[in-house]
């Protein structure tokens, strides 16, 4: 199956400090989706960007298929962005997310 | 729209036992996913429906493993004779279809099996 691969897998922010995380996937896909799951377990979803760049607030993600990958920035980090961010990929047919392992992000005041 | 709901939201068991989750998908959504979460993974696929039709289940799911999407609206998973390998946070999500394909998650069901 497909290969989805986050860097890095854990980061720790001063608060105000801007971040990229990474996600590489190994084949062509028609969905890519960030979340954000919080400490209750619930996966927000952030973005939906299977190409191009999208931006809500202080979040923004950039996609660039052809290459196969994808990168999340956060900007001023404040505490709340604390938690675990997991890249989602599917494949053209596929009818399923494969996830990568995460990035366990912790933002100190 | 209320989103994706899911019911228990815990669920302690005893190993052997049988135990069922429900998940209500977002209304209009054709399409309804379940995975399964461990600790410090990702989700993993288990099983998808378009309506009412199962049409696709992972490896994952053994023959104690059952899903049913009667209707094609809420679905239920059922595990028989629990083992503690399925201690995991069980996640439901739904998409439009269409080629709407973004999958809104529920809160999930997290069981333990003792």
């Known amino acids: 199956g497909i290969q989805v691969e986050q860097s890095p897998p854990d980061l720790i922010l001063q608060e105000g400090a801007n971040s990229t995380l990474r996600c590489n996937f190994s084949?062509?896909?028609?969905?890519l989706q960030w979340f954000h799951q919080n400490p209750w377990g619930q996966l927000i979803n952030l973005f939906y960007i299977p190409s191009g760049t999208k931006q809500n607030g202080r979040l923004s993600a950039t996609t660039v298929a052809t290459e196969r990958y994808s990168l999340l920035y956060i900007s001023s980090s404040q505490t709340t962005d604390s938690g675990v961010y997991f890249c989602?990929?599917?494949?053209?047919?596929?009818?399923?997310?494969?996830f990568g392992k995460g990035n366990q992000v912790v933002v100190i005041p | 729209d209320t989103g994706v709901s899911q019911d228990p939201r815990h669920k302690i068991t005893k190993r052997g036992q049988n135990v069922t989750f429900r998940c209500d998908p977002i209304s209009e959504h054709n399409r309804l996913y379940w995975y399964r979460q461990t600790l410090g993974q990702g989700p993993e696929f288990l099983t998808y429906?378009?309506?009412?039709?199962?049409?696709?289940k992972s490896r994952l799911l053994s023959d104690r493993f059952s899903a049913e999407r009667p209707k094609g609206s809420f679905s239920t998973l059922e595990i028989q004779r629990t083992e503690q390998g399925d201690s995991a946070m069980y996640l439901c999500?739904?998409?439009?279809?269409?080629?709407?394909?973004?999958?809104?998650f529920g809160p999930g069901t997290r069981l333990l099996v003792l």
């Open positions: 999500a739904s998409s439009l279809g269409h080629l709407q394909e973004t999958q809104y």
């Open positions: 989602a990929v599917e494949r053209p047919g596929n009818n399923r997310l494969a």
């Open positions: 084949d062509s896909v028609n969905n």
């Open positions: 429906f378009q309506n009412e039709a199962q049409l696709e």
